[in-house]
């Protein structure tokens, strides 16, 4: 399967969904990974066109951690991510290159802006990305019809956690124990990250992902019987729903 996810920020896919996909990867699935957002408004750096680099890099330090790994940087502004006709395009036409069977990306309503445009982004451009490949003159008037569609059926979407966990009701869950450090791995590679977050918060000498991601995995391995892991929830609308289980 190809299983492409989402994130508004560079290290939000790792946060939420990252030992997950480590799993599906050593199965043999096809992964790819998005940051919406350049991630130029946090961080340490001497201007936001360097912070703007050093994101990027630690974005594609943490996916190389996956192995074989598609990244997609478009380059959005951080903090002004807008679910409009032209950004829907081009999530469209990300997810017509990678062709997922599976998409995951953050929950409805959570607590960031960039969140909440990244996931109504994807939930409208994965249909439009449909549309896109069955009628190209929605996008490209006088374009000529293709013979068939790229997609045989719409991909399958799963909202990962939200932030701290707050109001996600999990349908399933993934024991992710085995790639536990993998998973502490991919966020220690957001260093510009952990320094701005040591420096605002003065006395703190340990990584704030890390605790963070320590408790959420451990509450949700607590739910489920297992050491470590990741919760999901499905989007359930026409034509998502698939009968068998798809997460590892």
């Known amino acids: 399967m190809n299983i492409l996810a989402f994130g508004a920020h560079d290290d939000d896919w790792d946060e939420y969904c990252g030992g997950t996909l480590k799993l599906y990867a050593q199965a043999g699935h096809s992964i790819g990974v998005v940051s919406m957002t350049n991630g130029c408004n946090h961080g340490a750096a001497r201007s936001r066109e ?17 192995g074989e790994c598609k990244t997609y940087w478009p380059g959005s502004a951080d903090g002004r991510l807008e679910n409009n006709f032209e950004t829907r395009k081009m999530v469209a ?18 607590y960031h802006p960039d969140h909440n445009a990244t996931t109504q982004l994807v939930l409208d451009a994965s249909q439009s990305a449909y549309i896109l490949a069955v009628g190209p003159k929605l996008y490209h008037p006088g374009a000529t019809l293709p013979k068939k569609p790229h997609f045989s059926r719409y991909p399958v979407i799963y909202f990962y956690d939200s932030e701290d966990g707050h109001g996600f009701l999990p349908d399933e869950y993934v024991d992710i124990t085995p790639v536990w450090q993998t998973k502490q791995q991919m966020l220690n590679s957001h260093r510009s990250q952990i320094e701005a977050e040591l420096e605002e918060q003065a006395g703190q000498d340990e990584n704030p992902f890390l605790t963070t991601i320590e408790i959420i995995g451990r509450y949700r391995g607590l739910q489920c019987g297992v050491k470590y892991a990741e919760a999901f929830k499905l989007y359930r609308v026409a034509g998502r729903v698939n009968p068998a289980r798809l997460l590892p």
């Open 50 to 66: 360097e912070l703007g680099q050093i994101r990027k890099q630690e974005f594609e330090s943490a996916a190389a951690l996956l």
């Open 93 to 110: 036409g990300m997810i017509n290159d990678f062709q997922p069977d599976i998409i995951f990306t953050h929950p409805p309503d959570d």
